[in-house]
């Protein structure tokens, strides 16, 4: 099975903090991606990364950066966090190819807490 | 561009009761479909998906037909139970070319099921 986990659970930060969240996948896939999830907005697209070292803003990347080292850790970065970040975080992974249809692996999500 | 509407929720229903979430899509391409599933405190799951018009996908129970005509993946089950107690969203993915897809969600629904 895919796994995609991400380090922290639950992170409780103040504000102007530097936080590094951090997710790992270990089915050697190509692409990898960070979403915010807030109640009644849904799924919000941050960044994600087509392979190492390439990154795309995604629909709401201000206040966030991300680095993609190597293929199996994608790591979002907020560089000086506010309240208004506060919110659940999901990394997930999706091959590439031929036999792909787009469906993306979750993990468990981490989420922030900014006082 | 790609959308994806499904009822608001929160939906509440007893045990045993038949569920239906509706979801429709606008897509300019052949997308492929998914309902994803979040317990509580978790991450995304993959419920069921469907590749091309008419397939059904099918698992614990659930069930989406992918209907082109009427643009539209409705979830449904016969008999929910307290375990259902989610919140459901809907997706599509559309190739962009060359291996890349472009992944769409709905805003979830959340469901209760009570004893």
């Known amino acids: 099975d895919v796994k995609v986990t991400q380090s922290s659970r639950y992170l409780v930060k103040r504000t102007g903090e530097k936080v590094f969240l951090e997710c790992v996948q270990d089915?050697?896939?190509?692409?990898m991606f960070w979403y915010r999830q807030d109640p009644g907005l849904g799924l919000r697209l941050i960044y994600f990364?087509?392979?190492?070292?390439?990154?795309e803003k995604g629909d709401i990347p201000e206040g966030y950066s991300v680095s993609r080292e190597k293929k199996e850790r994608f790591s979002l970065i907020l560089e000086s966090a506010s309240t208004n970040q506060t919110s659940m975080y999901l990394c997930?992974?999706?091959?590439?190819?031929?036999?792909?249809?787009?469906?993306?692996?979750f993990g468990e999500g981490s989420r922030l807490t900014v006082l | 561009g790609n959308s994806v509407t499904q009822m608001e929720g929160p939906v509440t229903l007893s045990e045993e009761a038949f569920l239906t979430i509706n979801c429709t899509y606008t897509?300019?391409?052949?997308?492929?479909l998914f309902w994803y599933v979040q317990y509580p405190g978790e991450g995304l799951q993959l419920l069921l998906k469907?590749?091309?018009?008419?397939d059904k996908g099918s698992n614990k129970g659930f069930e989406a037909t992918y209907r082109k005509e009427t643009t539209s993946f409705h979830l449904e089950k016969g008999s929910v139970q307290v375990s259902d107690s989610a919140v459901y969203f809907c997706?599509?993915?559309?190739?962009?070319?060359?291996?890349?897809?472009?992944?769409?969600f709905g805003k979830g629904t959340k469901l209760s099921v009570i004893p």
């Open positions: 990364s087509y392979d190492v070292k390439m990154k």
């Open positions: 469907a590749t091309k018009a008419d």
């Open positions: 089915m050697d896939h190509e692409n």
């Open positions: 997706a599509l993915s559309d190739s962009t070319g060359a291996g890349s897809y472009q992944l769409t």
């Open positions: 997930a992974s999706r091959p590439t190819g031929t036999a792909a249809t787009g469906e993306l692996f």
């Open positions: 897509a300019t391409g052949y997308p492929s």
